[in-house]
């Protein structure tokens, strides 16, 4: 922790990058601007002045915030170097080239009026897609150049996070909702952040302003009531936890903690985010020159939430279902907990993550493009008919070793492999009957097993584990599958524009 500015208090989350430990987060232009057409830049930026004149210097947004970057730009060249900028990159699903990363690093340059970013945040569509470790290692070329201050992920599952870390990606954030509803990030995420200094940044915190006042003991609304896309979502969040009665109950813990403790119930459901270990910040949304709470906001760091409190709101909020999945999985895997509770509003389809060739003999192939393909005469994944068979694959990305020395980071590259030569055969992992796992040594079989479990228990396919002697440097495990697609795949592709299976 760092000292104060102006009462905010600010950590330094990398080397050279000092935040406020409140962000201004900005998503919400992109939902003002949907209604009432383009915002008025320099009319923004001067109420971005506002909060850089309180201490709140550090403002969150993206690529896809509507005018979000453009507004930092003309503050930037208004007020040039009093405000941190942490921008995202969202690339659409499919294949990446060098140049494509650096284009998007150039417009965002362009856009924020900056010679370098204080931090790009990486969102990943697909795992099964190794397009997103394209773009990650580009970035880090870029990085080198100067062009990036550092290097951060957006919705990033631990699994993920863990492997580009144990590649030797410098990840120095992962940002990631986080709220008294969804406490996802507070188990396994928490673990590997502190592990590896990584800074959680923590948004939704007020669960799209369902943890507030408004919403104590009124009765459940309706979907088409709601006013914005976070009341949208959040409300898919609130369901999927347990329904709007076990939330009313979580309400009542926090505004009887808020009059306890005589401030609002925003204030309280902020602060115990702001309290968990591993997070360096929690992103508060503005609708700049609507709805401001800058003096708000600079009171919350004179909160201390008290023993009785936390612990009522703690029994509330463990009487709500977990959310499912790790962080991040709301924009992966059903339930899609998202605005319009599926991607058609972000994505239009997910291009096959390798290339496809059709062969002699009704025989449709995938090559994922490594040496050995070539070299002895195989193709990653075969499919005749409804049977697909994938090869013994290893963690290799064209020439890179993915996962470093980590047996586990290895095993989930080489499921995330399988998967998307699944995907580019209209299968899914849910279609595999049948697994070998190859291991390097004995001590590596257990975790290799865990990973396994995780990816593949809920479809329990047969499977062998051994151990053998792996062809190639560092490669810790190998695995191979066979999937029976049912209803002869068609069932998949059709599904291909909603969602990556």
Known sequence: MTDSRRGVPRVEIAPGLEIARVLTGLWQVADMERTSGPVDLEASAAQMHRYVEAGLTTFDMADHYG?????AGSFERAWPGQAEALTKWVPE???????????AVDRALERTARRRLDLLQLHAWSYADPAWLDAAFWLQELQRE?????????NFDTAHLRMLLDTGVDIVTNQVSYSLLDRRAAGSMTELCRERGVGILAYGTLAGGFLTERWVGVPEPDAGALETWSQMKYKRFIDAAGGWARFQDVLVAVRAAADRLG?????????WVLDAPAVAGVIIGARLGRSEHVEETRRLFELEIDERSRAEIEAAIARLDPIPGDCGDEYRRPPFLTASGDLSHHVDEFPAPYPVETSAGGRTLVLSGTDWEARA????????????????????HRDRL???TDAASQAHFCIDKIEGALRSLDGRLEDVVRTRIYVAREEVAEAVSDVHGARLGHVRPANTLVQAGLVGEGYLVEMEAEAVVGGGGSHVR?????APV
């Open 67 to 71: 005018s979000a970057e453009l507004i």
């Open 93 to 103: 699903p499919g294949p990446l080239t060098r140049e494509d990363v650096r284009a």
């Open 146 to 154: 100067g062009l990036l201050g550092h290097l951060g992920l957006t």
């Open 263 to 271: 401030r609002s119930m925003a204030y309280v459901a902020c602060r």
């Open 377 to 396: 005469g195989f193709a990653r994944a075969v499919r005749l008919g409804d049977r697909i068979l994938v090869s013994g694959t290893t963690a290799t």
């Open 402 to 404: 993915i996962g470093g």
């Open 494 to 498: 059709e599904r291909a524009r909603a």
